[in-house]
């Protein structure tokens, strides 16, 4: 006789099983590695702390800073070296990811070489500033814009900080969920849809974008990030611009972003554009990009991407070649700065004060778009 109840315990195995599998999969394209790299149980090992300063929320063993610090797991990005200083060479491979590293900004007297982050150790606030408001800021500034005044520290993610849910000033609140989510930013463009933090270029909600798996650790005309961007001809402040790299900075420094300077076009410029397509000038030395740089990162022509000046395209796509089409070369804030913190003031990718026009020098990365300067 058929014993029904083992028969319903075995079909309820397959099940779980099967669903186990299916979740394995799924979490194995957005976060791969061992658990233990990010959690732990109960913060206790054979009578010791498992991690100073713990327990920490979800059971992760720390919270931004520490995860992706030096002493951090190694499947995770290091944005903050806190034991030596990182390599950083414009123009060639080095220790530093696409952001920056938070090392330089830290040090005594680093205020102009990045953001203050609280948990980095920066000072706070910025002793350049003296106050907790952004340079530039505008309060509303589109969908995502912060409605607040600024006076708290930056932080890594939520209402007073740049990834994860704005509307949520706790930053473990804002990011929740993300890490285990992040399925579809790390294949082609036009996945990352910007719907969810977990769907957004970087946990940066709204942004599109294509990331480069290794964080741009490794580095050539075929090996970078893919920049979201609109040219500043349709720049009105619609979906498309609010999906842009160049809005994410916008939120926090309005006044710096083409929609809030009238007489942009005017000749001279008034403020360096973004959101405008070198398409636009190709016939004139912008067309020559990336200038004195030919032959570095594995460009080889006039018009190959050179990814320690990075442009944006209408698909943030990850492209080989510029000037192929048009919206396919668009002026970023990151063309000229680091997100997190770079050796060099103001947050650049490359020393502006080593900038002497009439010189051929490669450690100015204005001449990659100003080449006949």
Known sequence: MVNRKLIYLFLCSLIFIFLGLFI?????????????????????????????????????????????SDSGPATVPTVVSMSSEPTYTFGAQDEVTAGGNFYWVIQTGGDAKGHNVNGTNATLPDSNI???????????????????????????????????????????????????????????????????????????????????????????????????????????????????????CGECHGQFHYDTESGSYASPWLRHPTDYDMNNVKSKEYGNYPGIFNGTLGTSNIGDYFAEVPVGNKNGAVLSQVFQSGDDAIVLCISCHRAHATPYDDILRWDYSSCTAGSQNTNCGCFACHTSK
């Open 24 to 68: 394995n999969v799924k979490i194995g394209k957005a976060l791969e590695g061992a658990c233990v790299d990010c959690h732990t149980m109960h913060n206790s090992q054979n009578g010791t702390t498992v991690v100073s300063g713990g327990p920490y929320r979800a059971l992760t063993t720390g919270d931004c800073v520490v995860c992706h």
């Open 130 to 248: 003296g106050s907790f408001t952004p340079p530039g800021y505008v309060t509303n500034y589109g969908t995502y814009g912060r409605s607040h005044s600024w006076d708290k520290a930056l932080t890594c993610a939520g209402t007073y900080g740049c990834h994860g849910d704005p509307s949520k000033e706790d930053p473990f609140a804002a990011i929740s969920g993300a890490h285990h989510g992040n399925v579809l930013c790390n294949s082609t463009a036009g996945n990352c849809d910007g719907s969810t933090v977990a769907k957004s270029y970087r946990f940066l909600l709204g942004i599109k974008g294509t990331e480069d798996p290794d964080w741009e650790l490794t580095l050539d005309r075929d090996d970078h990030n893919g920049y979201y961007a609109v040219d500043a001809d349709s720049d009105s402040g619609g979906p498309a611009d609010e999906a842009s790299i160049n809005y994410l």
